[in-house]
Each structure stands twice: as structure tokens, then as C-alpha cells.
């Protein structure tokens, strides 16, 4: 069995066409979804009536990491399939996977994401140093603005079932006993960066990672933020990079980092007086947020 774990905060109705698609869709192998609420204050009961063998569990918000974890916790499938809220599954997948790894001891494997208008959407990157991840965003802004040349040739490059240094936690599966033995998800990552670090101690145990091309799955990605919460995960976005760094680079690194993100949030506080550049720019700095 499959445990298809996905997380809900203020994404009700992205949430039930997610879930209807899962119903809809997948038929090759048997699943069941957790459903974890960390925003309780948004009822669900409407949609667990509606899909009785939904296991629903709120939970106070104390991260996506920590969520997760209380969903693996609650699972009963030997393999865990970690699912964002803003997703519609297209494609019948889940026997064929199985089937492609069922003899391979992998760490992680990421699936295919698309945008909303079919084009296929970045979800592997490089490793997480100071110049990788300018490579990363330099990637990154290149999907974004649709550059349909680049695209596809990152899409054909990877058509095929290969090793990739991190993957998206918006879609990824992981044998539960491993999940276990790496201890699940780090908590101290409230938003961001829990999926990097996880693949990170995976690989540092002689697993690998893999992304998986054979599926086809609409990932919204952030189109529902609006911009006090856009402000909240860009916030959360530099405090789980500072940590990442801490735990998993170089001095050199850590100082790289820093001194960019110093330059670049004074400039910004200066230029635009935005409070979140200003909180950054305190995190950065060590200066604790009231």
C-alpha cells in the first residue's frame, strides 16, 4: 500500500480537487491519504464526509516538516507518498513505479510536475552550495518566464529514470523503513528547504535520489498565496537556508551566504523600506524578530 500524505493549511478547495483527482485517477495500486490540518480553524468535515475513508488528523500548525512526520506516524503503506495540497494527479501511475523500484534501494524519488499549462515544471536541482544555487535560480527564472527552448531541453534530458542531487517535497515517494531510519523530516524546518536536507542526510547514508519522469501531476505553485502569506514563506524561506547551511555546508559557505543575503536585504530595506526586508535582514544578522 501507498500512504499518500497530504498537508492543508487554508487550501480547502485546492485540497478537494486534489483529492478528487487521486480518486478519480489512480486505480492500479492501492493507496490511502492522511490528510493532516494544521489550519483546524478551516473545517473539513464537509470533505470527509464526502470521501469516508479519508483518515483526517488536525494538528496545530507547528510546520509542514512536523506534519508530515504526524502523517507518516499515522500511516499504514510501505511507502510514503508526500503530495502538496495544490496538486491534480493526471496519470495513473503508482503500479508502474512501484514496479521500477521495487529492486532498486533508493533514498527519494521526485515525481513529474507540470505547470497549469502543460509545460513541464522544475522540480531537481543541484546541490545546495553558495554557487549551485545561483545556477539553481538562474534555472529557476528561465522556467518562469516560459523559455520553452530551455525547457524542453531539460525535460528530454531527463525523459528518462535518473539520479538528481534533491528533489521537490511537492511530490515525492520514499519507502516508509527508510523514512524511519533517517528519522522523517527535520523539525526545525518550519517551511522550505526540509526536502533538500532530507535528501541531503539520504544521500550521506549511500542512498540515492532519483526523479521520475513516468507520471504526470499539475503542481499550481503559489498561485493561491496571497501576499501577507507570500511574505511569511519568504521569511521562512532565508530562515530554513541559513539553517541548511548550518548544518550541512562550509564555514566559507555560511559566510557567503551571508554577507549576500546582508548586502542584498540593506539594499532592499534601504530602497523599498518593506518591513519583511528589514525582518530578513535582522535574521540574518542574528537579531531575533518580535
Given at each position: 500500500m501507498v500512504s499518500i500524505i497530504i498537508i492543508n493549511y487554508k487550501q480547502k478547495t485546492l485540497l478537494r480537487d486534489c483529492i478528487k483527482s487521486i480518486f478519480d485517477v489512480i486505480k492500479s495500486y492501492p493507496y490511502e491519504i492522511i490528510i493532516i490540518n494544521n489550519s483546524p480553524e478551516e473545517n473539513l468535515d464537509s470533505l470527509k464526509l464526502e470521501y469516508p475513508s479519508v483518515k483526517l488528523i488536525n494538528s496545530e500548525n507547528k510546520g509542514f516538516a512536523s506534519a508530515n512526520n504526524i502523517g507518516a506516524k499515522n500511516s499504514s503503506g510501505e511507502y510514503l507518498f508526500f503530495l502538496n495540497a495544490d496538486t491534480i494527479i493526471k496519470t495513473d501511475f503508482l503500479l508502474n513505479f512501484i514496479n521500477s523500484f521495487k529492486e532498486i534501494e533508493f533514498g527519494v524519488a521526485g515525481l513529474k510536475l507540470y505547470n497549469t499549462d502543460?509545460?513541464?515544471?522544475?522540480?531537481?536541482w543541484k546541490e545546495n552550495t553558495f554557487f549551485d544555487e545561483l545556477d539553481n535560480k538562474r534555472d529557476e527564472k528561465d522556467f518562469k518566464k516560459r523559455n520553452i527552448n530551455f525547457i524542453n531541453e531539460i525535460e528530454y534530458q531527463n525523459s528518462e529514470i535518473c539520479e538528481v542531487e534533491w528533489v521537490s517535497g511537492a511530490?515525492?515517494?520514499?519507502?516508509?523503513?527508510?523514512f524511519r531510519n533517517v528519522d522523517g523530516f527535520d523539525e526545525r524546518f518550519f517551511l522550505f528547504y526540509e526536502d533538500a536536507d532530507l535528501c541531503k542526510r539520504l544521500l550521506s547514508k549511500g542512498l540515492k535520489i532519483y526523479f521520475y519522469p513516468f507520471c504526470k501531476i499539475i503542481h499550481l505553485k503559489g498561485e493561491n498565496a496571497n501576499k501577507e502569506f507570500a511574505n511569511k514563506t519568504?521569511?521562512?524561506?532565508?530562515?530554513?537556508?541559513?539553517?541548511?547551511?548550518?548544518?550541512?555546508?562550509?564555514?566559507?559557505?555560511?559566510?557567503l551566504l551571508r554577507i549576500y543575503l546582508i548586502l542584498r536585504f540593506a539594499l532592499l530595506s534601504i530602497l523599498t523600506f518593506k518591513k519583511i526586508n528589514f525582518d530578513i535582514l535582522k535574521l540574518t544578522l542574528g537579531v531575533k524578530n518580535d
Open positions: 502543460n509545460t513541464f515544471q522544475l522540480s531537481f511530490a515525492m515517494i520514499i519507502q516508509k523503513n527508510v519568504y521569511y521562512y524561506s532565508k530562515k530554513s537556508q541559513l539553517l541548511y547551511y548550518k548544518l550541512h555546508n562550509s564555514f566559507f559557505q555560511r559566510l
